[in-house]
Every structure is written in C-alpha cells, then in structure tokens.
C-alpha cells in the first residue's frame, strides 16, 4: 500500500471492480472527474463500456483536450459530460501552455453533434479572461456552434498555488450571466460562491422556478411527473434519472 493511499484511503479499482461497486451501491451514474478523466483513458473506456452493460449511465468531466479518434471511440459510451471551456486562444496560452484551444472546442462540438448531454463551465479568472470581448466570445460559441439550450456554468476563482491574482468579484459572475441571459443561453448557473443565487433552474418560458439547489440537496418544485413547467407548460429539458 502507497503512502497516498494510507493517507487519502484510496485504493487499486479494475473496471470490473469499479463497475461492480456502482452497482451494489445503489448509484444511477458513473462521474469520471478528479483528476483529469483523459489522463487516464484506457481506464475510463474499459470501465465506461462495463458501466453501461450493466444499465447505469456515464458521465465525464474533463478538460475536453483530445484528439478526434480516441474521442469518438469513448463516446458512445458517455451520457453526459461538462466540459471546462477555460478562455479564449491567449488564455489557453498563457496559462495553460496550449496552443490548440481549437480541439477543445472540438470536442464539444462532437459531443454535442453525437447527442451526449453537454453542460459547459467556465471558471472566470481575474484579469485572465474576465473582460466583456472574452466573455462574449465564448458565451457566442455557446449560442452558436453548441445550442442555446446547453447550460452554461460560471465559476468564482480563488487563488490557490501558482496563481495569487485576487479572487473573481462575485459582480463579474453576475455580469458574465446577465450577458448570456441576454444572448438567449437558457441555463446559466454560477459556481464557487455562497448563497444560493444562481444556483437554481428556471422555466426557460415563463421564469417559474423548476429546480431548488441547496449545496448538493436538489428538489423538484412546479413540474409536472413528464417534466413539464406547471405555469406555462414548456418542456424544461430536465433529464432525471
Ligand atoms: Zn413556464
């Protein structure tokens, strides 16, 4: 046994095991997330293929940075997926040493086209790419090239390790909202920060609340059993499983 494994009680999974797990313990879902799921891809396939022989779904959070081929392979298998759009070219650059923002962008446009469900976020740095022009651009691709109805997360940065610019101000998160609200994103949510304002859902028609989030308690409210919004009768896209 390793010393981070005494230490964080981790331990050696096969996929066969991993799956099993799931399995007996009641989950619906598999996350692949913490680390990087792409890092460790032959693990996640194998075990992504298991997972669904055995009927539960997948779900992948990842930085979406990934050739074309192995991507394809993976995602008939994937059900749902957010992946973390970090900025414009410069951004990706300057602090992620990336020169291709472009496979990223990729990445969800196949994922999107393959009918996976996609949620994007962006953790919004300060003074990295914060301004209105980066904000726009990405919130644009979002319209654009994904769909106004893929939900897009707004995360609060705090310093941490190599990078000690101040914390995000909680009004950027709500300027970046207001302007993909504006720009007809459906589901905007904001991340890292306390409280419960922008948390939760919204009929996309009427503005009715349709899901409470509290921390990780979630509840249903104004819907009918076919997910439809009590007030107005539009369908909210809610997947629940
Ligand atoms: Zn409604």
Request: net charge neutral.
């Amino acid at each position: 046994m390793s010393i981070l494994s005494k230490l964080y009680g981790l331990k050696k999974l096969s996929p066969k095991e991993a799956a099993k797990e799931a399995v007996q313990s009641g989950c619906a879902t598999v996350a692949y997330t913490y680390n990087e799921p792409l890092i460790w891809y032959e693990w996640v396939l194998d075990t992504a293929k298991i997972v669904h022989q055995k009927g539960l779904k997948n779900v992948l959070v990842t930085n979406g940075y990934i050739e074309e081929e192995p991507l394809r392979e993976l995602l008939p298998f994937i059900d749902g997926a957010n992946v973390d759009l970090k900025g414009d070219k410069g951004f990706y650059k300057e602090m992620c040493g990336v020169t291709r923002q472009e496979a990223v962008l990729r990445t969800c446009k196949i994922m999107k086209e393959q009918k996976v469900h996609l949620e994007i976020t962006n953790l919004i740095v300060t003074s990295k790419n914060d301004s209105d022009e980066q904000l726009q651009e990405l919130i644009d691709f979002v319209v654009t090239e994904l769909g106004s109805d893929v939900p897009l997360h707004f995360s609060r940065y705090f310093p941490n390790y190599n990078v000690d610019l101040p914390a995000t101000p909680v009004d950027t998160l709500f300027k970046a909202r207001d302007m993909a609200l504006r720009s007809g994103v459906q589901y905007v949510y904001l991340g890292n920060i306390r409280g419960e304002r922008g948390n939760d859902t919204h009929c996309k028609n009427c503005g009715t609340l349709v899901v409470k989030r509290s921390g990780y308690v979630t509840n249903t409210t104004n819907l009918t059993k076919d997910f439809l919004c009590k007030n107005c009768g539009t369908q909210t896209d809610i997947i629940w499983n």
